[in-house]
C-alpha cells in the first residue's frame, strides 16, 4: 500500500540551510506535495513537483526529487523564524482531484 | 478569492453523543474532501466528493459516520455516536486541479 515517511524533527539556526527528506513507496506516485502547517492552522500548499521533474526552484524553496530511490527533498534556503512550523510531504498517483497520502509531518525549529 | 470555511473551531463532546461539521469550499471547486488529523499524524482521508457523488469513502468508518454534499457545494460530516478515539482535527479541502489542494483551518474535536 502507499506509505510516506518523513524525519520526526529537524533543528537549524537562522540564516542556514534547512533540508527535509521524505520517502514514499507508490511507484505510481505522480504527484508530489510540500506543505506546510502553523499552529493551530490548516495546511499551506508550498510547492509541489510532478514526477517527471528533478528539481523545481520557487524563492527560497528547492525541491529535489529522486524517483528511482522514491526519495524526495525540501531545501529552504536562509531560513527564518517564521519557517517554524510542521511540513508534510505528500503524495498523489495523479489523477485529477486523487487523494493525499501524507507523512507524519517534520517539526522544523529555527533558533535565532 | 475566500478561502475554504469550516466552522465550529473547536468542538467539545462526550463520548457517545453526536456532532457535526461544516464546510464551505472555494467556489467552483469540484471536489471536496473531509481529512481526519489525528495529533502527531499527518491528514487521513475520509471522503472525497466530486460534485454531490462519492469518489472514495474507503476509509470512512460507516457505522458512526456520514457525510453528505448537497447541491455540490456545501458538505456536512456528522459522527455519531463518538468515540474518546474520534479527537482530532477535521481538515475539509477543495480542489480545482492538479495544483494542490486548498485546505480550510479545520475543527479540532475533543471527546472526553
Known amino acids: 500500500g502507499e506509505d510516506v515517511e518523513q524525519s520526526l524533527f529537524l533543528s537549524v539556526r537562522e540564516g542556514d540551510s534547512s533540508v527535509i527528506n521524505c520517502t514514499y513507496t507508490d511507484s505510481s506516485s505522480t504527484y508530489l506535495y510540500w506543505y506546510k502547517q502553523e499552529p493551530g492552522a490548516g495546511l499551506q500548499l508550498l510547492t509541489y513537483i510532478f514526477s517527471n521533474m528533478d528539481m523545481k526552484q520557487d524563492q527560497r524553496l528547492t525541491v529535489l526529487l529522486n524517483k528511482k530511490d522514491k526519495h524526495l527533498s525540501l531545501r529552504i534556503a536562509d531560513t527564518q523564524t517564521g519557517d517554524s512550523a510542521i511540513y508534510f510531504c505528500a503524495e498523489s498517483n495523479g489523477e485529477y482531484g486523487n487523494k493525499l497520502v501524507f507523512g507524519a509531518g517534520t517539526i522544523l525549529r529555527v533558533k535565532s | 478569492e475566500a478561502g475554504v470555511a469550516q466552522s465550529p473551531r473547536y468542538k467539545i463532546i462526550e463520548k457517545r453523543q453526536s456532532v457535526a461539521f461544516w464546510c464551505n469550499p472555494i467556489?467552483?471547486?469540484?471536489?471536496l474532501y473531509w481529512y481526519q488529523q489525528i495529533l502527531g499524524q499527518g491528514p487521513k482521508l475520509l471522503i472525497q466528493f466530486q460534485n454531490n457523488g462519492v469518489v472514495d469513502d474507503s476509509q470512512l468508518p460507516k457505522d458512526r459516520f456520514s457525510a453528505e454534499r448537497l447541491k455540490g457545494v456545501d458538505s456536512t460530516l456528522k459522527i455519531q455516536p463518538a468515540k474518546l478515539e474520534d479527537s482530532a482535527v477535521y481538515l475539509c479541502?477543495?480542489?480545482?486541479?492538479?495544483?494542490?489542494?486548498?485546505f480550510g483551518s479545520g475543527t479540532r474535536l475533543t471527546v472526553v
Open positions: 467556489s467552483g471547486h469540484a471536489t
Open positions: 479541502a477543495s480542489s480545482l486541479g492538479r495544483d494542490g489542494y486548498t
